[in-house]
């Protein structure tokens, strides 16, 4: 019994270490080795250029459900897009808006900095869903590229060039760029955000990015296939679904998506409690990326995205099994009373809605905050309490929204 409760803490420890710390380390060591330049594109300085025939056809859809604050700057923002207006159609989807998302659209797109812009604005009278509005309108889409954007999220100016020059090569299926925020960030945010973003270049490096970011990401028309209703995280199961068609998902730091919103604790809580139960969802519908035919898309998938999910199981481990191994090693005391400590370290935080004050503290409240959101999102997937609907939080604590220029 002894040296099974030490196997399971130090197997689990290993898996928690690998998951953190060792699979950073050996994919930035991978990434080294296939390195490769991005693809130049030109720069039409928003004139007609010669070379505009050879760009693709671009459908830009965003779905929008009660955006009314950030839906103005958002036309505004793709206004300023510098795309051939004749190769570039918008669609805003209003999914059972209560608010005036629709009209504040049409008023927009009207001014005359905007008017050159092919936008249709759909008014949905029910809530479908993200997933439902995303399978019709791609599906009804006559375009060589498809497009998705958050309402939320400002675009580079130079986004839908980047993307079209990296869609030129034949085996890209998928690019995706880099995510920011207009507002400032907790240290924990900041150290996570920065950690995503190796991620992402390191995986690329590879041709083996896994999940983009709703903010923006473009792909190949031909190459989307409808959807599972019930798909709560549609950003990983959409360009997962064109990699396992052998073609790669690539990204791209030079496109930029900045968040225009801030969440408070509150809803940053809750958003990391339903992307840790589609992380669930995900890695029990696409465990056939483990099989060895994948290659680097395998360990990225292993290694990422199916080990995510069940860290809290581990981490359970870990704490359990250090406990009942203390009667037989004294050394495993202090090493219980350390986990222990931080558990309820961040409980304490999560409940009364705040943050330490110490930059530390705050890195590791960020880390296991969401693990602690991660289980609770395992349970309720298990249990069936997560579902694909628009569930958008509202917060007293949103600071007033600005154009970026």
């Given at each position: 019994m002894e040296w099974l409760?030490?196997?399971?803490?130090?197997?689990a420890s290993f898996i928690v270490i690998y998951h953190h710390v060792g699979y950073p380390v050996?994919?930035?060591w991978l990434a080294k080795r296939g390195q490769t330049t991005p693809p130049p594109y030109y720069h039409r300085h928003y004139r007609i250029s010669p070379l505009d025939h050879m760009l693709p056809r671009i459908c830009l859809i965003m779905p929008a459900h009660n955006e009314a604050a950030v839906i103005t700057d958002k036309i505004h923002n793709l206004g300023a897009i510098d795309y051939p207006e004749n190769k570039l159609k918008i669609i805003i989807v209003c999914d059972g808006?209560?608010?005036?998302?629709?009209?504040l659209s049409r008023r927009a797109a009207s001014q005359i900095e905007n008017c050159h812009l092919d936008i249709e604005v759909v008014e949905k009278p029910q809530n479908c869903g993200k997933v439902a509005v995303l399978n019709e309108a791609i599906s009804l889409c006559q375009c060589d590229v498809v497009a998705l954007s958050d309402i939320s999220a400002l675009l580079s100016t130079d986004s839908l060039?980047?993307?079209a020059a990296q869609l030129s090569y034949e085996e890209t299926g998928v690019v995706c760029g880099s995510y920011h925020f207009f507002h400032s960030l907790s240290v924990g945010e900041q150290a996570y955000w920065r950690y995503q973003r190796q991620i992402k270049t390191q995986e690329s490096s590879l041709g083996a990015t896994l999940g983009v970011h709703g903010a923006f990401y473009a792909f190949r028309r031909r190459l989307f296939e409808e959807l599972p209703p019930d798909t709560i995280n549609d950003d990983f199961t959409?360009?997962?679904s064109i990699v396992m068609q052998g073609y790669q998902c690539l990204y791209?730091?030079?496109?930029?998506?900045?968040?225009?919103?801030?969440?408070?604790?509150?809803?940053?809580?809750?958003?990391?409690?339903?992307?840790?139960?589609?992380?669930?969802?995900?890695a029990i519908r696409h465990i056939g990326l483990l099989?060895?035919?994948?290659?680097?898309?395998?360990?990225?998938?292993?290694?990422?995205?199916?080990?995510?999910?069940?860290?809290?199981?581990?981490?359970?481990?870990?704490?359990?099994?250090?406990?009942l191994l203390i009667k037989h090693y004294p050394i495993f005391i202090p090493i219980f009373i350390a986990q222990l400590a931080v558990y309820i370290f961040t409980v304490f935080f999560i409940l009364f809605k705040k943050q330490p004050n110490w930059k530390l503290a705050r890195i590791v409240y960020y880390i296991m905050s969401g693990h602690i959101a991660m289980a609770i999102g395992?349970?309720?997937?298990?249990?069936?309490?997560?579902?694909?609907?628009?569930?958008?939080?509202?917060s007293k604590d949103k600071r007033s929204r600005a154009v970026q220029n």
């Open positions: 409760l030490l196997s399971v803490f130090l197997i050996a994919l930035k808006c209560t608010d005036d998302t629709a009209e060039l980047i993307a959409l360009p997962v791209d730091e030079r496109i930029m998506a900045v968040e225009l919103e801030q969440a408070c604790n509150e809803m940053d809580f809750s958003r990391r409690k339903r992307i840790a139960a589609g992380n669930v969802q995900q099989h060895p035919r994948f290659g680097r898309i395998a360990f990225n998938f292993f290694s990422g995205k199916f080990l995510r999910p069940l860290m809290p199981v581990f981490f359970t481990l870990v704490l359990l099994s250090s406990a395992l349970v309720r997937y298990l249990t069936g309490l997560e579902s694909g609907q628009w569930k958008k939080v509202t």
